[in-house]
């Protein structure tokens, strides 16, 4: 006598999955946001509430929006960099530091001339910060390549150097007199300073990311060299079979990944603190990756992704002063997030199938 058991097979779509991303999707983020809830209701607080006042604080008026913006800046070009150094396959986990020394080579120039007009010293703070960063790109790519050492790690661990970097400057030689004991240098001058579009409270750094992103779209779609890099990305051996110099595309991409990280930490020193001092570290590195990923490398939904997580930061603060909610709740959203939409897109790739296996007594 026999009886059917049911099996849970995973097969792989032979076809995408089309609009059912979007579904899939939407059904990732809500379940994140349905944990969060569980989460505020152990900490003592209504998940209902504590979800509403996140929603209005991030969405629900013109200072919130405009304050979304402006953190999405820095987030949209680090997101940038690593995506680059993701479609190589390559893991870009040091975009916090690349930004570090960014902002660091961009003080550099501004401290060394405050007397320099914008048209000089605003070119050299870009040059100096993407140097910077590209060179703490180029670091971890070398020594992946000739010492077979794991990136990751080593970008990981690079982070902590270039922070503690910046810490050393701004609590010593660059700490500003004036300051009254506080670790910052001074304010940077007029002419190092990005300025405002109009009357607005927008920088010329969203002028930075529109351009930037179109770039970047059109050295992956159009340029031999973003073909090179998706090929090598896909399959390594088949790049290299075919002659395509796989251990340069490495040090490129890294050093691209670098240099758009540390474009951040410029537009961040310049136009929105406009001096060097320990909180420009708000963790945009890291949130990069969260949203490199929820895009699917994409550039234009990098940019959704960007305002989307910048507003999730905007809506924790209000929590913060309403519900006095910890701010490491913020980092347990992004976590969620990023965890449940890579389990979903388990679903967009493959398909569970249901068979019967016969099972003898």
Not at 158 to 164: D, P, R, S, V
Not at 240 to 245: L, M, Q, T
Not at 304 to 330: H, I, T, W
Request: charged share 10%; proline share 4%; aromatic share 12%.
């Amino acid at each position: 006598m026999s009886n059917f058991m049911p099996l849970l097979r995973v097969v792989k779509r032979q076809e995408p999955l089309g609009w059912g991303s979007c579904l899939v999707l939407i059904a990732a983020i809500c379940l994140s946001l349905l944990l969060s809830g569980i989460i505020l209701f152990i900490g003592g607080t209504s998940p209902i509430e504590g979800l509403v006042v996140l929603f209005k604080g991030a969405f629900g008026n013109r200072y919130a929006l405009e304050d979304a913006i402006i953190k999405a800046t820095p987030i949209f070009l680090c997101s940038l960099g690593v995506a680059l150094a993701f479609k190589l396959q390559v893991w870009n986990i040091g975009a916090e530091g690349q930004f570090a020394l960014g902002a660091v080579g961009a003080t550099w120039v501004a401290l060394t001339l405050p007397e320099a007009p914008s048209y000089i010293v605003l070119p050299l703070m870009v040059v100096m910060a993407v140097a910077a960063g590209g060179l703490w790109g180029f670091i971890p790519a070398f020594l992946r390549q000739k010492l077979k050492t794991n990136e990751i790690i080593v970008t990981l661990m690079m982070n902590y150097i270039a922070i503690l970097i910046l810490d050393y400057l701004v609590y010593g030689i660059w700490k500003d007199p004036a300051s009254y004991g506080f670790p910052m240098t001074a304010e940077f001058s007029e002419a190092a300073i990005v300025g405002k579009i109009g009357s607005t409270n927008y920088s010329w750094g969203l002028a930075h990311c529109l351009v930037l992103g179109l770039i970047f779209w059109v050295f992956l779609k159009c340029s031999r060299l973003g073909y090179e890099i998706k090929a090598s990305g896909d399959n390594v051996r088949a790049a290299k079979y075919a002659g395509i110099p796989y251990d340069r595309l490495v040090m490129l991409v890294m050093v691209l990944s670098g240099a758009l990280a540390a474009w951040a930490g410029f537009l961040e020193a310049s136009s929105t603190i406009n001096r060097l001092q320990p909180s420009i570290m708000a963790g945009y590195g890291y949130t990069a990756i969260v949203v490199a990923w929820l895009a699917r490398l994409n550039p234009f939904y990098i940019g959704v992704a960007s305002f989307l997580l910048a507003a999730l930061r905007v809506g924790v603060e209000g929590l913060q002063l309403d519900l006095q909610v910890p701010a490491a709740f913020g980092g347990i959203i992004e976590g969620l997030i990023l965890l449940t939409v890579l389990a979903g897109g388990l679903f967009t790739s493959y398909r569970i199938v249901v068979a019967r296996k016969a099972h003898e007594h």
